[in-house]
Nanobody
Framework: QVQLVESGGGLVEAGDSLRLSCAAS????????LGWLRQAPGKEREFVAA????????DYADSVKGRFTISRDDAKNTGYLQMNSLKPDDTAVYYC??????????????WGQGTQVTVSS
């Protein structure tokens, strides 16, 4: 069993930056693909970004490409999502998740509880 805890969300203005963190415990997540997904009010949950277990391969949703960067520090069992040039459309609850089959877009096996990101215009 793996527990994931997100942090770093908050209320920011358009154009600002935030860095989300995802701390894993219970089992090392070194061999898992790490993903970030988000869900805005009234919308379905959507894929944001993912990084392979070796940190070499990444994938991004078109809506965040060039603005968001996913990374991981396996020594710390922690993943990150650096979000720059934030837009009001980025407002959502952000979840980190992991899966063991090497699929960027899931399905994911373990999920965090989510962290709220609100971007004001």
């Amino acid at each position: 069993q793996v527990q994931l805890v997100e942090s770093g969300g908050g209320l920011v203005e358009a154009g600002d930056s935030l860095r989300l963190s995802c701390a894993a415990s219970g089992r090392t997540f070194r061999r898992y693909t790490l993903g970030w997904l988000r869900q805005a009010p009234g919308k379905e949950r959507e894929f944001v970004a993912a990084i392979r277990w070796n940190g070499i391969g990444t994938d991004y949703a078109d809506s965040v490409k060039g603005r968001f960067t996913i990374s991981r520090d396996d020594a710390k069992n922690t993943g990150y999502l650096q979000m720059n040039s934030l837009k009001p459309d980025d407002t959502a609850v952000y979840y980190c998740a992991i899966e063991s089959r090497g699929n960027y877009r899931g399905p994911y096996d373990y999920w965090g509880q989510g962290t709220q990101v609100t971007v004001s215009s």
